[in-house]
């Protein structure tokens, strides 16, 4: 009998502890110390947790486009910066900025920053600085950085 409580009573406390997540350091993956600026066109956007994936169709200079997989912060905390699940869409064209992968043939990118494009807003480098540089809000919210 006290066998089956103690059991018990430590089966309990497993359950009643905070949930563990396995998760990798972003450093082991992307390059902290480098960011790109990327434009392009939202291929899927996946607003969950415990990262929100967004993958993105990019043309490079040589006239070749590569789907890039965005890795993004979770749900939650987006949706206190003022994201929702309905922030982008199939098609939109956006900017973004964010931390190369490891591995260039990868197409991976850690995201910093993501801005929508309107028509007419400029190249990327009209605004890189700025979207590396600052924290972007969700798309209703007041914004100093180009959009």
Known sequence: ???????????????????LHAHHAIGEIYDEERTV????????????????????????????VHTWALEWRGATRLQQEGWT??????????RLCGNP????GAYRLYLLNLAPVSSGSGPATDAGERLCSS?????????TTAR
């Open 1 to 19: 009998m006290t066998r089956c409580f103690g059991v018990l009573m430590a089966a309990g406390l497993c359950l009643a502890g905070p949930p």
């Open 101 to 104: 992968g490891r591995d260039p």
């Open 85 to 94: 699940d309905r922030a982008l869409s199939p098609g939109d064209t956006v």
């Open 37 to 64: 600026v990327l434009e392009g066109e939202v291929a899927s956007f996946v607003f969950s947790e415990p990262h929100t994936m967004v993958q993105v169709r990019v043309g490079d200079e040589r006239g070749q």
């Open 135 to 143: 924290t972007l809000r969700g798309p209703a919210a007041p914004s």
